[in-house]
């Protein structure tokens, strides 16, 4: 079924016709609920958010060249839009970094469960590392699985690619380093 999502963009959505509104909204009301229902766990706010990110999408949407670029441009200002939500219902906010992200060698950990917002921002965050693990080279991303993944020591990462700890340790840093520098353009300035 072809997406309707790309019809949000340079089009007056109000001259469509009510059929073909309906149905671009049920799309992208389907594309977003169940992510949103599940970070914060509540119907009638996951619909607000929902209506707020549309009505965003509407008359904010950039020029995009896919499909892809749109829904990746949606899910971010829904993910905006729901952090904001749960700064407004909460009175402080923890900030989060890479390292907590890969907690115990299991990402998010035991300290996604401090707060309802922080799991949504580690779960986000869990996200763009995945992501941007695929854009990494083989050995850099077997270098990060095996470090935070698995939890092994620099000794034991050697041992296992056959290398020295001297250059697991260079070509872990280049990992990390890669890593910060795509989640800094995304996230902006956090402690480390």
Not at 7 to 26: A, C, M, P, R, V
Not at 65 to 93: P, S
Not at 101 to 116: E, K, R, Y
């Amino acid at each position: 079924m072809p997406s309707n999502l790309l019809l949000l963009i340079g089009t007056s959505f109000h001259t469509l016709n009510q059929s073909l509104q309906e149905d671009i909204y049920k799309e992208f009301y389907q594309f977003l609920y169940k992510p949103i229902l599940y970070m914060i766990h509540d119907h009638s706010a996951t619909e607000d958010i929902i209506q707020e990110t549309f009505l965003t999408a509407l008359s904010k949407s950039p020029p995009v060249e896919n499909e892809e670029h749109m829904k990746a441009w949606i899910k971010v200002v829904a993910r905006n839009y729901t952090i904001n939500h749960l700064r407004k219902i909460k009175k402080f906010r923890k900030d989060i970094s890479l390292d907590l992200a890969w907690d115990n060698g299991h990402l998010g950990g035991a300290t996604a469960a401090v707060s309802v917002e922080h799991e949504v921002e580690v779960r986000s965050m869990e996200e763009q590392i995945s992501r941007h693990l695929l854009e990494m080279k083989p050995e850099q991303r077997n270098i990060i699985e095996l470090k935070w993944k698995k939890g092994l020591t620099y000794k034991e990462i050697a041992h296992e690619i056959q290398d020295t700890e001297v250059a697991v340790k260079h070509k872990l840093h280049r990992a990390r380093s890669f890593l910060k520098r795509k989640l800094f353009k995304e996230w902006g300035s956090r402690d480390e």
